[in-house]
């Protein structure tokens, strides 16, 4: 063991708190950065739990959000020109007013609402994985809606309840989970009921179109195969491949941008103060010990390379520290329905910055080595 992770180790409490200040600066970054994906998620969990495996949108489309354009419904036939295409069904979607029948001592509540049309049949390729046979049968009546549980008090209504969508009676005829959101509240119906409430038509144009295929895992092959055969009336995009940009382009939104933007910077300037500061106090309560250390033989070089393995070690702990700090605040969000999501190419960078935080404030605590000098172990 090396001595500075010995050092480490041995005198923890000396650098619990520049270990803290690294684990609430990348708590900052992680927990404002995993809400916004968070979010993201529950926009595309009916395109991420659905057995399709490519989606169809306008060849101009970079993701799922922002696309209200809709595409040609004779682009449908032409999909279904590829040998490995099983079927093909708009993600037909709308928004609804609702509002609930209030009962004794309940406040009336009327909302904006998000409506997902799916066919109530079990693999159907607008149906969500997730949504078992309780599920399937209930949507197969009419006026029948299916909400997310954490939705049930934002909406005023309990399983079974009758409300109003545009003016029509629905019922309450079952709930699911997983689909929470921070926005307008999801409401899933079948095809049939979204026509008996006029949300949805045979019109000539359609939302993304979900593709099913007969094997899943040539779906980026037959996404390519698509777009070549398109000539640029629509753009393929494997279901993977489109979740990913979606959360991208998340991050591309300006007030987004600038949140977190904020807190990246409210973070470093945290870490490396604080833990600066705590380095060097460290240091010079150790300073004897360098002292020592120099009168060994010990050079100058070799003590500004312990200092940096010991920064390098304290960034490590605020790394795992952060982890165990992250994970808590995702237990505590899923408690209350909260989506919180954390992809690898936010994690990455933001524990590369916590590193580079360490580093960086063990080189500033450099210069206490100066005062190690070896004649004042004689004082």
Known sequence: MSLALSTLIYEWR???AAVIALAVAGLLVLAMTGMFMGMGKSFTATVDRSPAEVMILPPQADSLFGNNSGQPRRLIPLIYGHPDVLEVQPLNGNFAFWSNFPKDGQPAKGDGVQVIVVDPVKGAVTMPNDFDERIIQALQEPYAVVVDRSSLAKLGVQLGDKAKMNGHTVWVRATTDGYPSMFNAMVFVSRQTAKLLYLTDDG??????????KDPTKAKQVAAELNAMSHGQFKAWSREDLSKVSQRSMLKEGGIVIMIGFAVVVGIFIGIVITWQTLQGAIMANIKEFASLRALGVSMGSLRLIIMELSFWVGIAGLLLTGALVAGVWLLAKTFAVPMDFPLFVDIPVA???????????LFSLG???KSQPADLLR
Request: net charge positive; no cysteine.
């Open 14 to 16: 000396r650098y619990l």
């Open 204 to 213: 000539p144009r359609v939302g993304p179109l979900m593709v099913k295929i």
């Open 352 to 362: 590369i910055m916590l590193l580079m935080i360490a580093i960086l404030s063990g």
């Open 368 to 370: 206490v080595l100066k």
